[in-house]
C-alpha cells in the first residue's frame, strides 16, 4: 500500500482532487518537538476560526473491518472500493496497460489524502461521510450526490476524469464509503472527522521561511523539488511510496489541498509520515508556513475555475482564486491573515440578508 499523499502529499510534512467536511477538530497540544528554522516573523495566534473544538475526540475511533466481511458480492465490491482508494494508480491510473481504464491524470492515490484507506483520525477520513450525502455544495452552487463528490476529486485532486457514476468502479467506491460510515446518521457528527482546527496566524503565512522548514523536514521524503519518490519506475503504474507535492504528477489548482487553512490542519495533524493530532511535530507557525510553501509551486492548471462558488459570498475566506466579492487582495486569500476577510463577508452577508424582499403578511381573514 502506497504511502498516502498527505501522508505523502506532505510526507515528511507536507500537505489536496478534493476534502470532505471537516467535523470536530484536535485539541490544542503544546507541540512536543520545537522548531529548529528561523523564528517566525510573528508567532500571536488568534483563536481558532470558525469551527468549534470539542474537549476530545471520541474515545474510541472505531475502523471497520472490510477483510472480515464474507466472499460474496457485496464483500467483493466493498474491498474493490477500498483497493481503489489505495491502489487507484494501478487500477485507474494513467499508466495502467488498458487506455480505456485511465480515469486518474496523475499516479496518486485517493489514500495520498484521505490516509489509512480513509480511516485515520483527522487524516481526511470517511467515516460519517456516506450519510451526508446527497447535499448542498458551495463549490457548484447546487445540490450533489455522492458520486459527484468522488468525481470532484477525480478532476481535481487525481487530475483526470469523471468516473462513469453507473460504472463498476464508482458503485465500489460508493459502496465502500458505504461500508465505514453504517451505524452513522444522517446529520449526526463524526468527531474525528476532517483535518483539525489549529490556531491561525495573525500575520500572513510566509512560504519563504516556509521553504527552510520543507527543506529540514519534508525534503527527505518528498525530495528537494518536491517530486517525491517513485515505487519503480515512470511508465510501470506502481505509484510512489511519497507523493510528488507538486509539478505535473501531483494534484491541480482547483484541488481542496490548494485552500491554505484545510491543508496546514492536515499538515498539522498528520505530518511528518506517522504523525497523530495527539502529538503534533510541528509548531503551528511552521505548519501554516511550510504549506504555504508548497502551495506557491507550479502543478497543473484546471480550466475555468471562475465558474465555481457561482454565489460569490459562499467562496471560502482561503480560496487561492478569483473572482472575489471583497477588497481584498489574492494574495491575503492565498496566505492569511484571514480573519480580516472572514469579518468583511459576514458583514456584506448580514447586509445582503437585511435587504433582501421580505415576504407579505397574509392579510386578516385570509
Not at 528554522?37 to 475511533?61: F, H, I, Y
Amino acid at each position: 500500500m502506497q504511502t498516502s499523499f498527505t501522508t505523502a502529499a506532505f510526507g515528511a510534512v507536507a500537505i489536496a482532487g478534493i476534502t470532505l467536511l471537516i467535523i470536530g477538530p484536535p485539541q490544542n497540544r503544546t507541540d512536543p518537538v520545537a522548531s529548529t528554522v528561523p523564528p517566525p516573523v510573528a508567532t500571536a495566534l488568534t483563536t481558532p476560526a470558525p469551527r468549534a473544538r470539542p474537549a476530545a475526540a471520541e474515545p474510541q475511533w472505531v475502523v471497520p473491518d472490510a477483510d472480515a466481511l464474507p466472499d460474496n458480492d457485496w464483500g467483493r465490491t466493498v474491498r474493490y472500493g477500498r483497493d481503489l482508494i489505495t491502489r487507484t494508480f494501478a487500477l485507474i491510473g494513467p499508466e495502467v496497460a488498458d487506455p480505456s481504464r485511465r480515469y486518474a491524470g496523475n499516479n496518486l492515490s485517493c489514500e495520498s489524502c484521505h490516509l489509512q484507506a480513509g480511516t485515520k483520525q483527522f487524516g481526511l477520513p470517511f467515516q460519517g461521510v456516506f450519510a451526508d450525502f446527497p447535499n448542498y455544495r458551495a463549490r457548484s452552487g447546487a445540490v450533489g450526490t455522492i458520486e459527484d463528490r468522488i468525481n470532484g476529486c477525480m478532476t481535481r485532486s487525481m487530475n483526470g476524469k469523471r468516473l462513469p457514476p453507473d460504472g463498476p468502479d464508482m458503485t465500489a467506491m460508493v459502496a465502500y464509503l458505504k461500508f465505514l460510515s453504517e451505524g452513522r446518521p444522517v446529520g449526526a457528527a463524526t468527531p474525528g472527522r476532517g483535518s483539525g482546527a489549529m490556531p491561525e496566524l495573525i500575520r500572513a503565512a510566509d512560504p519563504v521561511r516556509g521553504k527552510a522548514v520543507y527543506a529540514k523536514i519534508c525534503a527527505a521524503c518528498h525530495g528537494p523539488a518536491g517530486q517525491g519518490q517513485r515505487v519503480g519506475a515512470v511508465g510501470d503504474a506502481k505509484g510512489y511510496t511519497f507523493p510528488p507535492l507538486w509539478g505535473p504528477d501531483s494534484f491541480n489548482d482547483g484541488a481542496g489541498m490548494v485552500r491554505l487553512i484545510s491543508a496546514a490542519n492536515f499538515v498539522r495533524s498528520n505530518m511528518p509520515n506517522g504523525t497523530t493530532w495527539q502529538t503534533p511535530a510541528l509548531s503551528v507557525p511552521d505548519a501554516w508556513d511550510v504549506t504555504a510553501y508548497v502551495q506557491s509551486q507550479p502543478r497543473p492548471q484546471r480550466a475555468n475555475l471562475d465558474r465555481d462558488f457561482p454565489k460569490r459570498l459562499q467562496r471560502p475566506v482561503d480560496s487561492n482564486y478569483g473572482p472575489y466579492v471583497d477588497a481584498f487582495s489574492q494574495e491575503q486569500h492565498r496566505l492569511g491573515p484571514f480573519a480580516p476577510i472572514r469579518a468583511a463577508i459576514a458583514e456584506m452577508k448580514a447586509s445582503a440578508t437585511a435587504k433582501a424582499p421580505q415576504p407579505k403578511p397574509l392579510s386578516e381573514g385570509r
